[in-house]
């Protein structure tokens, strides 16, 4: 019972905050965005796959800036002093899956052209970022009732380099019509 009451009222929080939360919506592919946010859930093959991208997008001068949830007790050292991935610990929840980190709220204050969802977690913090970001465009891989995601990559595979793939496929493939 307590987890259902939990369940109703992190729904509820989060419903009441997404009414405070306008942005504007547009769709964008990697030839037309200047700016990339990329959330994930530390590991060291979605780190590497992270890294990667980031790579990728810099090639294509599009600034780049990622936000990392690490859910062990020490701090990975491949985040300490990354210049552009940000972190924090699952600790810095509350009861309401609410991130108390100021990294955090910082990040989804941001307006990105894309904003990249690398999670496959049903960790509800990694639900909760997604749907506060002014992102005008939102990628993900993970669909569920209510996903905030305005594009969605489905590989069989929850392999991350393959999902890296599959998104430079598609958003490099995907063209802008008239220039919108």
């Not at 946010?37 to 997008?57: C, M, N, P, R, S």
Request: charged share 25%; net charge positive.
């Amino acid at each position: 019972m307590f987890k259902a009451v939990k369940k109703w009222v992190v729904k509820r929080n989060l419903r009441k905050s997404m009414k405070t939360r306008k942005r504007n919506k547009g769709f964008f592919n990697f030839n037309t965005a200047k700016t990339v946010g990329i959330i994930f859930v530390y590991d060291h093959l979605v780190f590497q796959a992270v890294e990667e991208l980031k790579t990728f997008l810099s090639a294509k001068n599009i600034q780049c800036k990622a936000l990392a949830c690490y859910l062990d007790k020490e701090i990975p050292s491949k985040l300490v002093g990354n210049p552009y991935i940000r972190y924090f610990n699952k600790h810095e929840v509350n009861w309401y899956c609410k991130c108390l980190s100021a990294e955090a709220n910082v990040f989804i204050n941001q307006n990105f052209d894309i904003l990249i969802d690398f999670s496959i977690t049903n960790i509800p913090i990694m639900r909760y970022l997604p749907l506060l970001s002014l992102a005008k465009m939102k990628v993900g891989r993970y669909s569920y009732p209510g996903h905030p995601y305005d594009f969605i990559l489905s590989n069989g595979s929850a392999k991350p380099d393959l999902f890296v793939e599959e998104l430079k496929h598609y958003l490099l493939t995907i063209d802008m019509i008239n220039n919108l």
